[in-house]
């Protein structure tokens, strides 16, 4: 029988810990300059090197030669606590786990009392030391507090803050943490290189991600790996099918298939991914990461290499390739959408639908963001005034031509919008120009609000605050209602296709739309057709996440009852708002909230 990689190659002196010299460094200054402490706090998470520091202390502090920071390694202490050492008497440990109580606690103070057999110290490592108990920590205190010359503790803890102040305060406190991905990965080379074995591209990368930045799980995981091999080698396959992380090929296809926007090949590569058996959630997890990936590819150009361990160079290559199509601004709200999705993926009945409508989403951030490339398509309700309601067909809203119709929209506004994503600050004309695509947004994904937005405009911006018109207050209303039980308001919504658009988180206040007949008083930004804004910012601020649509009701702007008559609600589209109103009730189960005021003047 073999023993487990992890201890055959637990290290037996501070030199060879990896990824914790902000603990070990200290130690061996205090063990050269003797300056030890009676009783040593070692915390951080498992598997990351505690209980064996706690064990080459122990070994440093008994050395023949010692106490000194590198244990001698011949001397019958360094002998029997070596990892093949059969422990020593002087060496204590004791699993607080399953020696918790107050007696345990006793029975370690007693035996306190007897001086080391043959070394220089008594040693008591207590593992797991949070699971002792409030009486074995009350009984554990007078010995801890006023040991006798000969004794030493070490507490080695995931939750240090279960071990008692009065015990804690009397401890050095050293603070272990999880092993950084490129440290781990040059040292489990090292240990397949002794190992005699070989892995292919991107084996040992899955085995880091697996093993969480603790060296004994990771240490595991690659035991299981090679054992599980045919022969010496490791192949990529079998790694992936093992921990179940996708295959990087299906990742890249479902990229690619995502980066050119073209549904069919999407839901194909997607479909391959369901057919291979992959758990949905963690398939979206891994394109999460890709994505994460992919953005620090395209951030850091030539020095990615350096930024993603381990990496192949083929990899970075067509990762750079993809990065490039798609771009930072665009990959970031891809993960958005992704990482709001994931959250839902939680729990639910059908994870593989949830997968596929996500893809629908990304395919949708996809589209609005490139609508360059597509204008006669996209832009739907570029030019949608209030009379427009909504269409019959509900996936392919306003098909007709008319949105290339008014000259100024399209070509205009789209370049706007590129140039928006790509510069820093959002101004108040790249707001307005954009606003058609972050309303086309919206539109994919709710309809009603788009339709309480028809006739909506961007009245002024003020940092991150935007002021958003309405022909009448009332439509904004739906902004206030959630988007589902227990979900957030729609006005939500509005705020992440405003994120999606444009890059830039906002706020909103929302104001109605007068037609003034003065010219607007305000100075500084031009704001075609705009009454001076009558809410404080203070008030917006805390608007978009007011969601009871009573209180707020009482709460509503001040508008003069004048100006909301004044306001034409009327027969206006006849027919077709009936239409309009239908499709909402009934195809898409929402309510219309009020009649949208039909108010051509402001234009
Ligand atoms: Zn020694």
């Not at 600050?425 to 994904?445: T, V």
């Amino acid at each position: 029988m073999v023993t487990a990689l992890y201890r055959r190659y637990r290290p037996e002196s501070f030199a060879e810990l990896i990824g914790q010299t902000h603990v070990t460094d200290p130690l061996r200054h205090a063990l050269s300059a003797d300056r030890v402490n009676h009783a040593y706090l070692f915390s951080g998470p498992r598997g990351c090197g505690k209980t064996t520091s706690a064990r080459i202390l122990a070994r440093c502090l008994n050395c023949h030669e010692g106490p000194t920071d590198t244990p001698c390694g011949s001397c019958p202490s360094c002998l029997e606590l070596s990892r093949d050492g059969g422990g020593s008497l002087d060496v204590v440990e004791i699993d607080a786990a399953s020696h918790n109580g107050v007696d345990d606690a006793r029975d370690l103070r007693e035996r306190a009392v007897f001086a080391p057999a043959r070394d220089r110290f008594k040693i008591f490592i207590l593992d797991e030391a949070h699971m002792v108990t409030q009486q074995g920590f009350n009984a554990l205190l007078k010995i801890v507090e006023e040991p006798p010359e000969h004794v030493k503790f070490i507490f080695a803890t995931t939750e240090p803050d279960k071990v008692i102040g009065t015990i804690r305060s009397r401890t050095h406190h050293y603070p272990f943490r999880l092993v950084p991905p490129a440290e781990l990965l040059r040292y489990i080379e090292s240990v397949c290189e002794s190992e005699g074995v070989t892995v292919e591209d991107g084996v040992l990368q899955l085995v880091v991600r697996a093993g969480g930045g603790s060296v004994r799980d990771t240490l595991s995981v690659l035991d299981q790996l090679i054992a599980g091999s045919t022969d010496t080698t490791v192949t990529y396959d079998h790694a992936t099918g093992l921990l179940g992380y996708t295959h990087e090929e299906l990742l890249v296809e479902v990229m690619t298939a995502l980066a050119s926007g073209v549904g069919s090949t999407t839901f194909q590569a997607l479909h391959k991914v369901i057919h291979t058996g992959q758990d949905p959630r963690r398939f979206g997890e891994d394109l999460l990461e890709f994505v994460r990936d992919l953005i620090i590819v395209d951030q850091a150009g030539n020095e990615a290499a350096g930024l993603l361990p381990g990496a192949s160079a083929s990899t970075v290559e067509v990762m750079s390739r993809l990065a490039g199509e798609l771009g930072t601004p665009r990959l970031s709200a891809m993960a958005d959408v992704m990482a709001q999705s994931l959250a839902a993926m939680t729990g639910a009945t059908s994870p593989t639908l949830h997968l596929e409508l996500l893809m629908a989403r990304l395919l949708v951030a996809r589209g609005v963001t490139s609508a360059t490339q597509t204008p006669a398509t996209r832009h739907p309700a570029s030019e949608a005034t209030p009379k427009q309601a909504p269409e019959k067909e509900p996936a392919a809203p306003a098909p007709e031509p008319s949105a290339v119709a008014t000259p100024t929209s399209a070509p205009a506004n789209s370049s706007t919008t590129e140039a928006q994503v790509e510069t820093e600050p959002l101004s108040f004309a790249g707001l307005s120009a954009a606003w058609p695509g972050i309303l086309d947004a919206i539109g994919e994904k709710k309809r009603a609000v788009w339709t309480a937005l028809a006739g909506s405009e961007v009245v002024a911006l003020d940092e991150d605050i935007v002021t958003i018109g309405f022909p009448t207050l009332s439509s904004a209303d739906v902004l206030k209602k959630p988007q589902g039980e227990g979900m957030p308001a729609n006005a939500e919504l509005v705020r992440q296709a405003i994120l999606d658009v444009t890059g830039h988180r906002v706020r909103f206040k929302v104001q109605e739309i007068v037609v003034a007949e003065e010219p607007p008083a305000m100075s500084g930004e031009p704001s075609p057709g705009t009454p001076e804004p009558s809410e404080s910012a203070e008030e917006s601020a805390s608007w978009p996440t007011v969601s009871p649509p009573r209180g707020d009701d009482e709460a509503e702007p001040e508008i003069p009852e004048e100006e909301e008559a004044a306001a034409p609600v009327g027969p206006v589209a006849g027919a077709q708002s009936q239409v309009g109103e239908a499709v909402i009730r009934e195809v898409l189960g929402g309510e219309l909230i009020s009649e949208t005021a039909v108010d051509e003047g402001h234009h």
